[in-house]
């Protein structure tokens, strides 16, 4: 039998399932984060659903005791926006790595972006491909040396918040997992956010790229007075190369497509074959 | 017999294909059956389009062999037509064009543009011309042809009293010039015939009624000739019942989200042709792997690569019952006529929703724009199957809401651990597992595409691995045990048996009939499911014929190939692949050249 729990903790949101990742990884503290925001929304297992695509961060909704759609590479912004669509009550998350989000699913970021429908994306980004073991991935930098790039990336380094805040996404946000706590806090705030929240969670990979000293040092707090209605602002702070801010770049609530949507629905009919058939005679 | 089949041949964006259309339904509302054919370049303006109509009072089963009736409206249709013309038929044409050569047809010259441009003053009407010469020459009445134009003005932006009346007036002034100009040789003339309740409709009108008949509520597709009018189809009558529409960024985003949706326990669909389904495959092998109902619509047209968008082909049947990768069960559907495109795709959502696959509904372009004169009995309330494991919520659909809804459950605040072990891929003899939804107090699950426990868990054991496989395929057995058999048509005692797939169902059938009445023993079977295919019945049916006929309009001979395969069959090969249909003279010479 299910079971309510009025109070929910953390670890109530725990699959039985033992996380895939290696010891030491960025994707434990983001796991974390997330049962911590949701617990702290009281979010029902019932009603939320966690999708992915294909990567190490992707095996994110096996390790959670919710709903969860493990698809394929690329495709957990399409799935997860279908989802929402069609069933605009339920909460609904789309997590993943740097590879599902800006390479092989940069395509539905942008359609993503304009539509503003309401889910939250989380991206672990190492910085590499993890899950076929160490190569190039377009957050790399360039001149990286990894197993495809043998002479170093040619190609320059992607940008994530500066790309959602060219295609006004409504929530950009970004956080890192060795500060579980504050990813938690924006998890919540993401959720909260009507519209497409995006998440941006520096999260190292200690096997094949460890970024964790370089990230300690670089990820720095978004300045106190920052206006997070002030995009031009927001993409002086996204433009930083030295520091990597974390905290709310940027936030605006504008009308989401499930909402409209789901206006449109409001003045429906049951369908009737004889009626919808006239039409034809 | 009433019958007659019109050609009217001209340019693109001149009015050819929206006079032919105004001549069918005016005929159809007039009692007539209908069938029409037609083609038209990928060119949004310009280049040679035609429409032909078949009009007869009894029941049609296919386009015709060739055009009773001509009508030329420059000179390039003629050369362009002139061929399929039947020996004694009529040619139609303005002597202001071109002067045909003579040949075995009775010929009338109309000025079409002299009267169009000088007693009408509007150049437009000259559409209005030719159909009121038809009319005066063979039928229908001009009354009927009003009817239709009015109707279709009245929902026009470029509405005004002005152009009707011009238009009434080129009517009765072309119906005026054949009267007193023409001495009629010809034995075409559509008497009146009593009423019946009929809708005139075509392939993917009648798609997107079955489709909301079906309960899908949710559809996203990407454009695509010629599937776009489904996707837009569904994008204006989705709201009006409680649905809701994605236009997507491309074809995979398309299926990704209408597997959402469908996870959502919302019945999804999406429509496209074959350079989208080619890049929809991924998602074939996820829905499969995840056990999520899809239906996808391949409406295909002519390959490969872009191919020849505007054109008919039945090629991607090798595609569909294999596209992906790995093995991944999938039913395939074809419907063969506009009665199907409702029924089987009432029968293709049951289908995926009942054995959680994706279901493959291949027509084509040729069932998408031909339009047919159906029973209006036909169109009846859809049974509806619902989800194993929903069927206490599929009470919800019926109001129009959404699939499932949250209402009335307790909300559920981090569950049990026994909850995250619910066996969503139990194992069970039919291979049909429960599936729950979120939202509705079920109990929770991860849908996964790599391999999996009953839990959903990934599980990557060879014990594990071949115990799912199995339960998988299963399901296609159970789906083949619990669906009808497809009739056989034609002479008991047949030696020669023709089997076809898709759109050329009427088309064989009725080069059956000519050659039954000639003195061949024959008959033909056309399964509509072609996965899983109807062993019993198509292996009794080959047993009983000596020789078997397979006409196909693809190149490699898609069906002859599973056949051979599937039962060793020595098919006689019949393709066309030029872009156009069959005509049932074609079958008959097929059969009378084997018998």
Redesign the interface.
């Known amino acids: 039998?299910?079971?309510?729990?009025?109070n929910?903790?953390p670890k109530?949101?725990k699959?039985?399932?033992k996380p895939t990742w290696c010891p030491g990884c960025g994707d434990f503290g983001v796991l974390n984060a997330a049962f911590r925001g949701l617990?702290n929304l009281?979010?029902?297992?019932?009603?939320?659903?966690v999708?992915s695509g294909i990567g190490c961060s992707s095996?994110f909704?096996?390790f959670m005791?919710?709903?969860?759609?493990?698809?394929?590479h690329?495709?957990s912004?399409?799935?997860?926006?279908?989802?929402?669509?069609?069933?605009p009550?339920?909460t609904v998350l789309a997590v993943g790595g740097d590879g599902d989000f800006f390479s092989i699913g940069a395509?539905?970021l942008?359609?993503a972006a304009l539509?503003n429908i309401d889910i939250t994306v989380v991206v672990m980004d190492n910085e590499i491909y993890g899950l076929t073991k160490g190569q190039t991935s377009p957050t790399s930098p360039h001149g990286h040396v990894t197993k495809s790039t043998p002479y170093g990336l040619l190609a320059s380094q992607f940008n994530p918040i500066a790309t959602v805040l060219s295609l006004n996404v409504s929530f950009v946000a970004r956080g890192y997992s060795a500060k579980p706590k504050d990813v938690a806090s924006l998890v919540e705030k993401g959720v909260q956010h009507k519209g497409f929240s995006f998440i941006h969670v520096l999260s190292p990979c200690p096997t094949f790229y460890n970024t964790f000293n370089a990230w300690d040092d670089a990820a720095t707090p978004i300045p106190q007075g920052h206006n997070p209605s002030d995009k031009g602002q927001a993409m002086m702070l996204a433009m930083d190369t030295e520091k990597q801010y974390t905290g709310i770049f940027y936030q605006q609530e504008r009308p989401t497509?499930?909402q409209a949507?789901?206006e449109?629905?409001q003045?429906?009919?049951?369908?009737d074959?004889?009626q919808?058939?006239k039409r034809?005679? | 017999m009433n019958e007659v089949t019109i050609r009217i041949g001209g340019e693109s964006g001149e009015g050819t294909i929206s006079g032919g259309d105004i001549l069918a339904l005016a005929s159809a509302?007039w009692g007539y059956h209908v069938y029409t054919f037609r083609t038209f370049p990928a060119e949004i303006l310009g280049g040679p389009c035609m429409f032909q109509v078949r009009i007869s009072d009894r029941p049609i089963k296919s386009m015709g062999d060739n055009a009773d009736v001509l009508i030329c409206l420059n000179k390039e249709a003629y050369d362009r037509n002139i061929s399929d013309l039947r020996h004694g038929g009529v040619l139609i044409y303005d002597p202001s064009d071109f002067v045909p050569e003579a040949g075995d047809y009775i010929t009338y010259a109309v000025p079409f543009n002299e009267i169009a441009r000088k007693e009408i003053q509007l150049f437009q009407t000259k559409n209005m011309v030719m159909l009121g010469a038809i009319c005066g020459l063979f039928g229908p009445p001009i009354e009927a042809i009003v009817q239709v134009v009015q109707s279709k003005l009245s929902k026009s932006r470029k509405s005004n009293s002005t152009l009707m009346e011009k238009n009434i007036l080129a009517l009765d002034a072309a119906k005026k010039y054949v009267s007193e100009h023409l001495t009629k040789s010809d034995p075409y003339r559509l008497g009146a015939v009593e009423k019946a309740d009929?809708?005139?409709?075509n392939g993917n009108?009648a798609i997107v009624?079955g489709a909301?008949?079906a309960?899908c509520?949710?559809f996203?597709g990407y454009p695509i000739t010629p599937a776009s009018d489904i996707m837009e189809g569904m994008a204006k009558e989705l709201?009006?019942?409680?649905?809701?529409?994605?236009q997507?960024?491309?074809e995979?985003?398309?299926l990704?989200?209408?597997?959402?949706?469908s996870?959502?326990?919302?019945r999804?669909m999406t429509a496209t042709s074959g350079p989208g389904f080619s890049l929809m495959t991924?998602?074939i092998?996820?829905s499969s792997m995840?056990e999520l109902p899809a239906v996808i619509v391949d409406a295909q047209r002519s390959g490969p690569s872009t191919g020849m968008p505007t054109k008919m082909e039945q090629s991607d049947l090798s595609f569909a019952l294999h596209a992906g990768h790995g093995d991944a069960p999938r039913i395939v559907i074809a419907p063969a006529d506009i009665e199907d495109c409702y029924n089987l795709i009432i029968q293709a959502f049951n289908m995926a929703e009942r054995y959680q696959m994706p279901v493959l509904f291949l027509t084509d372009q040729s069932l998408t724009a031909r339009v047919e004169s159906v029973d209006?009995s036909i169109?009846?309330?859809?049974t509806i199957q619902p989800r194993v494991g929903q069927e206490a919520h599929a009470s919800n659909g019926?109001?129009?809401?959404?699939g499932?809804?949250?209402n009335g459950?307790?909300?559920?605040?981090?569950?049990?651990?026994e909850?995250?072990?619910y066996s969503r891929y139990a194992y069970t003899p039919t291979g049909i597992s429960p599936i729950s939804t979120?939202?509705?107090?079920?109990?929770?699950?991860?849908?996964?595409?790599?391999e999996h426990d009953q839990h959903g868990?990934?599980d990557y054991e060879p014990e594990d691995h071949v115990a799912m496989m199995e339960k998988r395929y299963r399901k296609l057995q159970t789906a083949a045990e619990e669906m009808a058999s497809p009739e056989r048509y034609g002479d008991k005692n047949a030696t020669i048996g023709v089997i076809g797939w898709g759109s050329t169902e009427g088309t064989i059938q009725e080069a059956v009939d000519r050659a039954l009445a000639k003195g061949y023993k024959v008959a033909s079977m056309h399964p509509k499911v072609l996965s899983p295919l109807p062993d019993r019945a198509l292996q009794d049916f080959i047993n009983s014929v000596e020789k078997v006929i397979v006409p196909e309009c693809n190149y490699s001979g898609q069906l002859a190939n599973l056949l051979g395969a599937k039962y060793g069959l020595q098919a006689i090969r019949v393709n066309k692949f030029g872009g156009i249909p069959f005509t049932a003279g074609e079958i008959l010479r097929a059969i009378e050249e084997v018998g």
């Not at chain 1, 039998?1 to 009025?6: D, E, G, L, R, S």
């Not at chain 1, 009281?42 to 659903?49: A, E, P």
């Not at chain 1, 912004?77 to 069933?87: N, S």
Request: charged residues 15%.
């Open positions: 039998m299910t079971q309510t729990v009025i929910p903790t109530d949101y699959s039985e399932v617990a009281k979010l029902s297992t019932d009603q939320t659903v999708v095996r909704p096996h005791k919710t709903f969860g759609f493990h698809t394929v690329g495709r912004l399409p799935v997860a926006q279908g989802l929402k669509m069609a069933r009550e339920l395509g539905h942008v359609h539509r497509m499930d949507a789901h449109l629905v003045q429906s009919k049951p369908f074959i004889e919808y058939m034809y005679v | 509302r009929r809708v005139v409709l009108q009624a909301l008949a309960q509520r949710y996203s709201p009006q019942v409680g649905g809701t529409f994605l997507a960024e491309d995979m985003a398309a990704a989200s209408v597997l959402g949706a996870y959502g326990g919302v999804a991924e998602l092998g996820l995840a209006r169109f009846k309330t859809a019926k109001n129009g809401s959404n499932a809804s949250a459950h307790q909300v559920l605040v981090g569950a049990g651990v909850e995250h072990s979120p939202g509705t107090g079920t109990p929770a699950y991860v849908a996964t595409g790599l868990h990934p």
